[in-house]
């Protein structure tokens, strides 16, 4: 340095590459929590096709008296959605059908029951698996449900009113089903 007292700076580029390397090492593990998979989809095989089956498992819904499980399930063919009303006496044939409503909104999707006629709560709906994702499914990764409403045998309804919880669950489960659902695609 000129003209003065000063210190002289040595770079020594070894103790920055070490010192940036401390860092890496110490934040790696937040990383690799980050890309978990944050879905804990269940992975199992049908018996009798041996096609790999992705399903969410049932998570609990509705903040009314009646209490409702819901499962999404992917396959190489479908995507389906698992209403199962745990009150006794609930009916179901192939004319019932499930209105969705969103958050925000007065307009409502439609789905037709596509399980079996059965009076044990059980409603089901499904989606082709495609590599891009039904227009109605891509809706629920988008925005939240507020209200489920399923008619049975004779116009009995049930409505499924989501705790703000459940909507954020609901959203989740079915970007989680769509995404993974994709990779059994069949190449």
């Known amino acids: 340095m000129e003209g003065g007292k000063g210190r002289v700076i040595i770079f020594k580029p070894q103790y920055v590459i070490m010192k940036n390397a401390l860092c890496l090492l110490f934040f790696l593990p937040l990383f690799s929590m980050a890309q978990q998979d944050t879905c804990g989809l269940k992975k199992s095989k049908d018996p009798f096709t041996n096609e790999v089956k992705l399903s969410t498992g049932f998570k609990t819904f509705g903040s009314g008296a009646v209490p409702v499980s819901i499962s999404m399930d992917a396959t190489p063919t479908d995507i389906d959605f698992f209403i199962w009303v745990k009150k006794e006496g609930t009916c179901f044939d192939l004319e019932s059908e499930a209105f ?56 009995k309804e049930t409505v499924i009113s989501l705790t703000e919880e459940q909507k954020d669950i609901f959203q989740r489960m079915a970007t989680c089903i769509a995404a993974e659902g994709v990779t059994l695609l069949k190449k």
């Open 100 to 155: 969705m409503v969103w958050e925000g909104e007065r307009s409502k999707a439609t789905f037709r029951q596509s399980g079996s006629i059965n009076c044990e709560g059980a409603f089901h709906f499904t989606f082709k698996n495609t590599p891009t994702p039904n227009s109605w499914l891509r809706k629920m990764m988008a925005k939240r449900i507020a209200t489920i409403k399923l008619v049975g045998n004779g116009g």
